[in-house]
């Protein structure tokens, strides 16, 4: 059964119209190939920025000029101004391994919050399904510097996703099929075992299941 893009066509004309300025954000891991393909179907013309740790699998950066090339999209790595060889604590331990928040904040949420003050829509391709900070989201939600988070998919289900990769044939990512349901560095990524959790396969072992864009680049109600 085809899924039913138009109520995000619509939303994101809606943007259109209204003069905003509009972007997209992707990890390139294995679910992001739905919204990407959605976006590509809509406007090509929206920006995605990727961001550009320098801590993810070689893999991924394939994939993600691979998709890019077939489906025309701009994509533009966005990468932290803080050079690898300094992300380290005192002992001289890389932050990944030391402190994995710290690490994120730098790699990811800095990067990002310094390109928000650029747009005025944010378009997050997070699902409720995913954790329980997403779950708490709503389709709007207001971000710092005065843009708003556009969730087109936070309804959608694992199995939508799957669906909507297999309607229309869209290329996986290389692990994938390896078993990785959640793809995000290497150092903190790991293939979960056949019944865990969709996301359990990163920061395994941490009481941790979100990088900080999620929970930092947010604005909650008062009452959350």
């Known amino acids: 059964m085809t899924i039913d893009i138009s109520q995000i066509s619509t939303k994101i004309e809606s943007y259109r119209l209204d003069g905003k300025r509009i972007f997209t954000t992707s990890s ?39 998709v890019a090339e077939e489906f025309g999209l701009t994509v533009i790595d966005l990468k932290p101004a803080t050079a690898k060889y300094q992300q380290k604590d005192v002992d001289g331990q890389l932050l990944f391994a030391s402190d994995p928040d710290y690490c994120c904040h730098i790699n990811k949420v800095l990067p990002l919050e310094l390109l928000l003050p650029q747009f005025d829509i944010w378009i997050n391709g997070i699902r409720a399904d995913q954790t329980a900070e997403r ?32 309607e229309y044939n869209l290329p996986r990512h290389p692990l994938d099929p390896l078993g990785y349901s959640s793809i995000g560095c290497e150092p903190c990524t790991h293939k979960p075992n056949l019944n865990d959790l969709e996301r359990s396969g990163r920061w395994a072992g941490l009481n941790k299941t979100e990088c900080g864009i999620n929970t930092e680049l947010i604005i909650k109600p008062n009452n959350q």
Request: glycine share 2%.
């Open 135 to 166: 779950s708490a989201m709503s389709q709007e939600q207001p971000a710092p510097h005065n843009v708003v988070r556009y969730h087109p998919m936070l309804n959608w289900t694992k199995q939508d996703i799957y669906s909507y990769i297999k």
């Open 28 to 66: 390139f891991q294995t679910h992001s190939i739905a919204l990407l393909h959605i976006i590509s179907r809509i406007d090509k013309s929206i920006p995605v920025y990727f961001l550009n740790t320098g801590y993810l699998f070689p893999k991924t950066i394939e994939y993600k000029d691979q």
